[in-house]
């Protein structure tokens, strides 16, 4: 089979390319999976019971342990797609072009989640949906960055052609992101209005360690998707690519078709033969 | 001596189809080739694949010495394609057209006037904008454009499409012409007869690959200048030990 | 490569000249977007005096929009895109000719906005060196990250939908940039409006640079 070699190593170090594995399920994913779970559980416990409400905001501010977690994942996924990006398009090595697709597929719903979140947190805080404050604003954006790169992906050409135009498009997006956060966050200090306070609350003690432990936690949720999405992707690739050695016997084999006379049709398979050899070395 | 296309195996994709599935094929320096075969065989990747636009993904590849599999951008240059696109921006003028490809390259505009010239493309038609010409007109401003970047290779995707009668026997004129000065031409046609007239040897594509034929250029006349790659004189034939003698019809028609 | 560029910048505004498609129909769509923000907002207020670095701006943006989809039209017609590849010209030289001409056409645009923004919204134009300061890095900016975003686009069958998809969130800090110095110069506050323009500075540096190394490599794949 004409697969690259991955190079680097996949969080869970179970061969993918042995065979074609029935489902996306490993002995390092299940584990993975296992340690997530139980850190979910563990993050429930101590967002909902044991960290203490906040002193201005009530029990709302519980909604941090989950937006602010979201968030690190949706720039994190985003800078991962681009370093795939970028590192596909110069090794070339179709590893890496998955691990970006894959990466931009699960940070669009951590985007979405993180908007959400903070919508829901925000609305009993200031009474309204949206503010235009620096780090929503600058997460919508990204969101739309990441539509902008998968609607790449799924414009009907060639594979080919849009799986690099896509790469791209993530790497020139990247760049601006620095930019757009910083140019937000200028524009948001010269309109904030003092009724209008920031989102975050001060955190210290237990706080502090649930914040830390959500981001952890979802960093592992964001890394067990990411293997099995990639894993996913991976299988439909090698069910997609043909064979390239049956491909190039299957388009001799029209010559022999378009052939009418009977001498050069023994000579013509015999060069057939022969070039399919020289081809498959 | 150096061949202006050596090819050996030569594969090429089309996304994950192989448009060439292994050609071998040998043109010397200064050769009219006709390379004809049934639709879909794949004349117009192997002309695209000579000018480096398609890459060759198997096999060796050498055109007017570069290897494609390595630096196709610079046999770019040097080529001239003919296609089925006109290359034209439909809302310049002729003239404007032909200057801007000529000068792209770095030939001059007394170059792309000429090219006009020989066209039958001076005086008022060159200022006429492409949108206006009929398809006969915007091919020879086409070919015009070529022959203005004045390449080692020509590369004709049925040249004689479209063209009337005078319009056909200019482009064989050229043809001849530019032969004669050294340059190597291509030339992929449906029009048998006239093609065949032109041209000093054919061959035969089908399914991606040329099954016999393709690597037996000629002996030239001695007294025909060959043009190297670099300029080189030829210092000396090898004979190819071709079976068929120059001219004779190779493969089905 | 600055000689392509000349030369590929000279082809772009000589078609324009006789094609006639941005004097004819950029900008009297650009006009039109005024008139419809004026139908939008209330026009007897003073919000549209008070809006109008921002309006100018969405304008300007929408306007890039059509002359960007116009430069590569030109080029997806009749294998124009393999035409250029063997055209000897260097990627980066296309690059840089094709921004200049689309900013060339974008300063003519902004003029035009100008004139349409006094007469309309009855602003009054002020500090006109942060002015022109703020048009010039602004369009350089948005030439830069536009022909990049369109050859990205080009010769794709969605082109027209996708293009402003990849270009607006991008773009967002030139329009933040430019109408907050567009605010501080008509606001007659120039030094607040300074620092805005080396940010569109930056803009328009970061994605010039990355323009002329990625132009070849993405035109070469066909």
């Given at each position: 089979m004409t697969s690259p070699a991955p190079s680097g190593t996949e969080p869970?170090?179970?061969?993918?390319?042995?065979?074609?594995?029935?489902?996306?399920?490993?002995q390092g994913t299940r584990v993975l999976g296992s340690v997530t779970a139980a850190g979910l559980v563990m993050l429930s416990l101590f967002a909902l019971v044991f960290s203490p409400a906040e002193a201005d905001q009530g029990d709302a501010v519980r909604l941090m342990y989950i937006h602010v977690p979201t968030a690190v994942v949706a720039f994190l996924a985003f800078f991962v797609t681009a370093a795939g990006s970028a590192l596909w398009l110069w090794k070339k090595s179709r590893w890496w072009d998955l691990v970006a697709a894959s990466s931009a597929e699960i940070g669009v719903i951590f985007t979405a989640l993180t908007l959400v979140t903070g919508m829901v947190w925000g609305r009993p805080i200031w009474?309204?949906?949206?503010?235009?404050d620096a780090r929503l604003t600058s997460t919508a954006l990204l969101l739309l960055l990441f539509l902008g790169y998968l609607a790449i992906r799924r414009v009907p050409a060639e594979p080919d052609v849009r799986n690099r135009r896509a790469a791209f498009a993530g790497l020139i997006a990247v760049v601006d992101v620095p930019i757009v956060h910083y140019s937000v966050n200028w524009w948001n200090s010269l309109h904030?209005?003092?009724?209008?306070?920031?989102?975050?609350p001060s955190i210290d003690g237990l706080m502090l360690f649930t914040l830390m432990l959500g981001i952890v936690v979802f960093l592992l949720l964001y890394l067990w998707l990411l293997v099995h999405r990639f894993r996913l992707a991976w299988l439909e690739e090698q069910l997609a690519s043909s064979d390239l050695a049956a491909a190039l016997v299957e388009r001799r084999a029209e010559a022999d078709e378009a052939?009418?006379?009977?001498?050069?049709a023994p000579s013509s398979a015999a060069k057939a033969s022969g070039t399919i050899a020289e081809a498959s070395r | 001596m150096e061949l202006a296309v050596h090819l050996r195996a030569a594969v090429s994709l089309l996304g994950r189809f192989p448009a060439l599935a292994g050609v071998d094929l040998d043109v010397a320096p200064g050769e009219i080739v006709l390379i004809q075969g049934p639709n879909g065989a794949g004349k117009t990747t192997l002309l695209r694949a000579c000018a480096g636009l398609v890459p060759v993904v198997r096999g060796v590849a050498v055109v007017l010495g570069h290897d494609l599999r390595v630096d196709a951008r610079l046999v770019r240059r040097r080529v001239g394609l003919l296609g089925h696109?006109?290359?034209?921006?439909?809302?310049?003028t002729v003239a404007d057209n032909v200057r801007f490809w000529s000068r792209a390259c770095g030939a001059s505009r007394a170059d792309a006037d000429a090219a006009m010239a020989r066209l039958g493309?001076?005086?008022?038609?060159?200022?006429?904008?492409?949108?206006?010409?009929?398809a006969g007109q915007r091919r020879r401003a086409s070919i015009a454009a070529m022959i203005a970047r004045r390449p080692e290779l020509w590369l004709l995707d049925?040249?004689?499409?479209?063209?009337d009668q005078a319009g056909r026997d200019v482009v064989d004129t050229l043809v001849r012409d530019a032969a004669a000065a050294g340059a190597t031409v291509l030339v992929a046609s449906h029009e048998l007869d006239r093609a065949r007239a032109l041209a000093g040897r054919t061959v035969t594509i089908a399914g991606g690959t040329i099954?016999?034929?393709?690597t037996t250029p000629p002996v030239l006349a001695s007294g025909s200048p060959v043009y190297g790659p670099r300029g080189r004189q030829n210092d000396g034939w090898v004979?190819?030990?071709?079976?068929g003698a120059p001219g004779e019809v190779v493969g089905v028609p | 490569m600055f000689r392509d560029a000349w030369l590929v910048a000279g082809k772009d505004l000589r078609l324009e000249a006789r094609s006639r498609v941005t004097t004819n129909q950029v900008a009297p769509f650009a006009v039109t977007v005024l008139i419809l923000f004026a139908f939008a907002l209330?026009?007897?207020?003073?919000v549209l005096e008070r809006a109008t670095a921002g309006l100018f701006w969405v304008a300007v943006l929408l306007s890039s929009l059509l002359a960007l989809q116009r430069a590569f039209t030109v080029e997806s017609v009749d294998g124009n895109r393999d035409a250029l590849r063997l055209s000897g010209l260097e990627p980066a030289g296309i690059f840089l000719g094709k921004a200049c001409a689309v900013a060339a056409q974008l300063i003519v645009l902004e003029v035009v906005l100008g004139i349409g923004v006094v007469v309309l919204y009855d602003a009054t134009l002020a500090g006109p060196l942060l002015l022109g300061a703020t048009c010039l890095a602004a369009t350089a900016g948005l030439a830069a990250a536009g022909t990049l975003y369109g050859v990205l686009a080009?010769?794709?069958?969605?082109r027209d939908t996708l293009l402003p998809l990849l270009l607006f969130p991008v773009v967002a800090p030139v329009l933040i940039g430019g109408t907050r110095a567009f605010e501080a110069a008509l606001g007659d506050v120039p030094g607040e409006g300074w620092p805005w323009v080396g940010l569109l500075c930056v803009f328009a540096a970061v994605y010039t640079a990355f323009g002329v190394l990625a132009f070849g490599p993405i035109l070469e794949e066909s």
């Open positions: 869970s170090g179970t061969a993918a390319g042995a065979g074609a594995p029935a489902h996306t399920g490993s009474g309204v949906y949206w503010t235009w904030q209005e003092p009724t209008i306070t920031r989102l975050d052939t009418i006379s009977a001498p050069p | 696109a006109t290359f034209l921006y439909d809302d310049l493309l001076e005086g008022r038609l060159a200022d006429v904008v492409v949108a206006r010409l009929s049925e040249p004689h499409a479209g063209l099954p016999s034929g393709g004979d190819a030990g071709a079976p | 209330d026009p007897d207020s003073d080009a010769g794709l069958r969605v």
